[in-house]
């Protein structure tokens, strides 16, 4: 069986969306031994920006017809949904990058939603289990001056539990930045806190992302 992992920091030490996806990584190995995990790092190997009007404009024009780069950017759609679709289980660690989601991230989302199996009538990850993990320096919390402006994890839930009908789970974990960020010193034990647990919710959903029932992979 293959997991897939797509990780969106733009960072690959220190990375706290990382350190979650590695814990529900482990979880799922120790559940599933000998099993492939499958990789990709959007936030270090990036996606070119033009693919995505590339693939939309190859699917106004006959496949003879297109041009080198239109045909570079379909196959680059089909070869993210496949690596997604074929997978038993996908793992996304995706951080808040100004109050939204990297144009890395935005990217993938937009060449997967040209593939022509998102029209199929079944959802493109009915059932699949699928774990977010995602991460924000800042406080978002009801009654916090930012509460609402976190405008990734609505987005992520959004596309890959209501449209893509994948069983989600997602692990939330803020205040990453409170360490280096000395206006945030006071919220330094708050951040403590959480981070404690988010592991411990990463163990918890990793455990379970383990034991999840498997759907068919096409
Ligand atoms: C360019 C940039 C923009 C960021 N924008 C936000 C933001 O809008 N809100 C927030 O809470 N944190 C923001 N952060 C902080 C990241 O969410 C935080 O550092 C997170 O831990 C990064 O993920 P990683 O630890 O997996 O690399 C930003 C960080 C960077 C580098």
Redesign the pocket.
Known sequence: MTLFRLDA???AE?????EIADIVEQEWLAAHPGDTVERRHIGVDVLPADAWGHAVNAGFVPVEDRTAEQTAAVKLATTLTDELVNADAALL?V?????GVSQHVKAWFDLILTDPRVRAPEPLLQGKPVVLAT????GYAPGTPKHGWDHSTPYLRRILGDLWGADLTVVER?L??ADVNPMMEPLRPLAKQLHAEALEAAQVAGRAFGLAPLTETV
């Not at 220190?14 to 990382?18: D, L, N, T, V, W």
């Not at 951080?95 to 109050?99: R, S, V």
């Open positions: 920091s733009i960072r220190g990375s706290a969306s990382r660690a951080p808040l990058y100004n109050w991460v924000r320096g800042g803020e990453t930045l």
